[in-house]
């Protein structure tokens, strides 16, 4: 535990992507990138229907284009996010300041927290216009698949940037104890007699 900071060594150590791939934590952040492409992909791929005698597409949530417009918009920010905070893991055994990495720790812990009330957010529109859609809107039943995957990779994220939550509320209270303890007990020079 010597010569840890905020959960990472001293800084300038080499990395090493195999066991930078077998954290949780990097393991969480890949499945919530992956989980955001799919939320993404189903809705601009199938998320607008139209009826047989209409040229104009709607969104397959009941019509309401404000709930394809949020899974697009969330899931593109959520891909980029999680794009922001991988390459910031990488980084950060270089981030040779403590209070740059306690920010840096910080920062994860506020955005994984937001992002998880963000998709319960989702989960809970995204699955009330689904189940209030009728019939009649979509004859062909098209694009049902792409909502339901939409709907489920939305309910999976919540509990992926939750854990990623956790963890990272974990190291940072791990590594708050760690400076603690060695401002605490950090050999004093010995005093001078006069």
Request: glycine share 8%; with cysteine.
């Amino acid at each position: 535990m010597e010569g840890m900071a905020y959960g990472a060594g001293k800084a300038g150590g080499a990395f090493n992507p195999i066991t930078f791939f077998q954290q949780p934590h990097t393991i969480l952040r890949i499945l919530s990138w992956f989980f955001s492409i799919v939320i993404f992909g189903s809705i601009a791929n199938e998320g607008y229907v139209n009826r047989p005698d209409e040229a104009q597409e709607f969104c397959i949530f009941n019509r309401n284009q404000n709930a394809c417009n949020y899974g697009l918009f969330m899931g593109t920010l959520a891909f980029l996010c999680c794009l922001v905070f991988l390459a910031l893991d990488v980084y950060f055994p270089q981030i040779s300041s403590v209070k740059d990495r306690k920010k840096a720790v910080l920062a994860d812990v506020g955005v994984s927290a937001f992002w998880s009330f963000m998709w319960f957010v989702g989960f809970c529109f995204l699955t009330n216009q689904w189940q209030v859609a009728k019939l009649e809107d979509n004859p062909l039943r098209e694009g049902g698949d792409a909502a339901r995957a939409a709907i489920t990779f939305a309910f999976f994220s919540i509990f992926t940037w939750g854990g990623l939550t956790l963890f990272s509320m974990e190291r940072l209270k791990s590594v708050s104890f760690q400076e603690e303890y060695q401002k605490l007990f950090t050999p004093q020079p010995p005093i001078p007699l006069i």
